[in-house]
RNA sequence: GCUCGUGUGGUGUAGUUCGGUCCAUCAUGCCGCCCUUUCGAGGCGGCGACCCGGGUUCAAAUCCCGGCACGAGCACCA
């Protein structure tokens, strides 16, 4: 290298590049460094099938932060032909006991996220034997044992670096109080398992962590027929060699997870998985929330349900109309990094934009509708067949009809007050004195607003929910009723996407906003 | 307090392993223009960043040291 960068000095870089070409010319390509599209290679994944889980906490449905763990966990999956595990770690009874509803919810937004079910499904709470088993050995073996502190005892003989009392007791007395945490002999709080790693390590939250600890309550799945429950650490990382997970994908938060169950893994000598973290994610338009926050939200009935069109959960999203690969396409982009970020959901609806501008129909939303008589004398009656998209991508068009009897159209208060010399969309330029409406020209003649109405005879009443932070705005108007069904999610004329939810026999035709 | 992690435009990202066409990628956002019978979509252009300070080097976003900032863990929650 000195000696090119010499002969640089002398020749110039151009007599390098010459040389280079001649004896290697490889060092020449690879300049640019290259973009790196979609998600990063993964560490240690050839020559082994690559196993992924996502775990969460059956306390409630999924919402957009649990999104980022289905997609990446599962296009890892689909990158390396491997299998996701959907794993629903559900041993806490006490303080976020799982609902038993969330376990189904939880599968059915899995599969709207991936288009597809996942290979495994384990539930925590039935794998109850396998966890007591490896527990008893722990104990057997001499490196986990029964302490009978309390947690504020432990904390305090945990911060000076002082072993407990309990931890070299034999492994008699330490199976002896095991097996009356099994039956229930002792109480909740009274004692727990610890695993043996090290009262000197410099970090404290790793010396001689907690694995199991007695819960006497129902749980919902498996009812009261354990006593002793494990905690996430513990039953993960069993979990976790069980069913030979490869890569762990985690929230940093969990990075003293890792180390705990490292240090587990150690004493069972196991192999322990790849670890990948990324950082915590904050949602700019919904700030901070919790599964149990929006539960008693609900609860009290600040919200109508878990798929409130208010509430960041993968059941708002679907109701309110956005597409599954929009939200793929989102996290890929964000990929994988250990920064706290803050996302914002203009990103999330401009990928949803691109991905259904071209599948949605275009109808005609009149909000604040001011009623025009048009005056067609000459030219009646008018067909008019508008495209349900500007370039025909999506088939097919509505057909209205203006003739003597229905002359009558609306446009939105705003556009009349703006100018009284419009161009009414598709269709024709006028001018409006008062309630009337003069066509001018049916051609572009100048460069007047162009602005979206309706036929009277086409239109109904409907209203637009918007979710904004708090509240749900609502938005009367007029819409245009050719061929709209429930369900169906079509581009407001200059106003916005929006999904149809409800097309009752009387009433208004009800809507829910998606985005601009 | 102890331990761990992260700092690239407003936001999010690429590049950092192995220093060199990086006066830094792409997207989103914002601004302007064009096109279009939508304020949508599309096209074009613009705005805008390597946390700070040293050091090593011909050369630092990239390596080293020291600051600073932010975040997380230290639960018998997940």
Redesign the pocket.
């Known amino acids: ?2 000696r ?2 010499n002969i ?1 000095k002398e020749h110039g870089i151009g007599h390098i ?1 010459r040389l280079l070409a001649k004896e290697n010319p490889d060092a ?1 390509i690879r ?7 979609g998600l ?1 290679d993964l560490n240690n994944a050839e020559n082994r099938k690559v196993v992924l889980r996502f ?3 059956p ?1 409630g449905p999924l919402t957009i932060g649990h999104s980022r763990g289905v997609v990446v966990n599962s296009k890892f999956a689909e990158k390396y032909n491997g299998k996701l595990i959907l794993r ?5 009874t ?3 006991p799982p609902l038993l509803d969330a376990y189904k919810w939880i599968e059915e937004d899995y599969e709207w996220i991936t288009g597809r079910k996942p290979d495994v499904i384990i539930k ?1 709470s039935e794998r109850m034997p396998i966890y007591l088993k490896y527990a008893q050995e722990m104990i057997s073996n001499g490196f986990g044992y029964v ?9 305090k003989l ?2 000076d670096g002082v072993s407990s009392p309990y931890r070299e007791r034999s492994i008699e007395e330490n199976l002896e109080d095991w097996d009356k945490m099994i039956s229930g002999d002792i109480e ?5 398992v610890r695993v043996k790693t090290s009262m000197e390590i ?6 001689d ?2 694995a ?4 006497h309550r129902k749980h919902p799945l498996v009812g009261e027929k354990y006593k002793v ?5 513990f ?2 990382a069993i979990e976790d060699h069980e069913q030979g997970v490869s890569h762990i994908i985690r ?7 890792t ?1 705990k169950q490292k240090l587990l893994y150690e004493h069972f000598q196991w192999e322990y998985p790849e670890t990948l ?4 994610v ?1 949602v ?1 338009e919904f700030g901070g929330f919790s599964t149990s926050g929006m539960k008693n939200s609900i609860m009290r009935n600040e919200y109508s349900g878990w798929d409130d069109i208010r509430l960041p959960t993968i059941k708002s999203l679907r109701r309110r109309g956005f597409n599954a690969s929009s939200l793929n396409d989102f996290w890929i ?12 959901m ?2 999330l ?3 949803n ?2 991905k259904i ?2 599948l949605t129909a ?1 109808r005609s939303f009149i909000r604040e509708p001011i009623e025009i008589d048009l005056k067609i004398e000459g030219i009646n009656p008018i067909i008019l067949k ?1 495209p349900n ?3 025909n991508l999506v088939e097919g068009h509505r057909e209205w009809i203006i003739d003597e009897n229905n002359c009558k159209i609306y446009i ?1 208060k ?2 009349v007050e ?1 100018s009284d010399k419009i ?6 330029s006028i001018k409006i004195n008062k309630k009337n409406g003069n066509i001018e020209s ?3 003649i100048d460069k007047r ?4 109405w309706l036929p009277k005879n086409n239109s109904r009443d409907a209203i637009l929910y918007i979710p904004s932070e708090k509240d749900v705005l609502i938005q009367e108007g007029l819409l245009e009723m050719k061929d709209i069904s429930e369900g169906m999610i079509c ?7 929006a999904k149809i939810e409800k097309i009752p026999n009387t009433g208004p035709i009800e809507m829910i906003w998606l985005h ?1």
């Open positions: 290298m000195t090119a960068n640089a590049e020449l300049k640019k460094q290259k973009r790196r599209v990063p775990a969460p906490n306390n629903f770690d559900d041993t806490d006490k303080v976020k925590a302490c009978r502190c309390s947690s504020k005892e432990f904390k945990r911060d909740e709080g009274d004692a727990v410099p970090n404290p939250a790793l010396r962590w907690p199991l600890r007695i819960q429950w494990p905690l996430l650490d039953q993960s929230g940093k938060d969990l990075m003293d997870s180390r973290y990324w950082g915590r904050k700019f982009d964000l990929g994988l990094s250990q920064k706290d970020i803050s996302i914002s203009q990103t609806e401009s990928f934009v691109k501008d071209s275009r508008i998209h500007p370039e939105e705003q556009d703006k161009r009414l969309k598709d269709f024709a049916m051609d572009i607003p162009i602005v979206h581009q407001l004329e200059r106003v916005g996407f601009g």
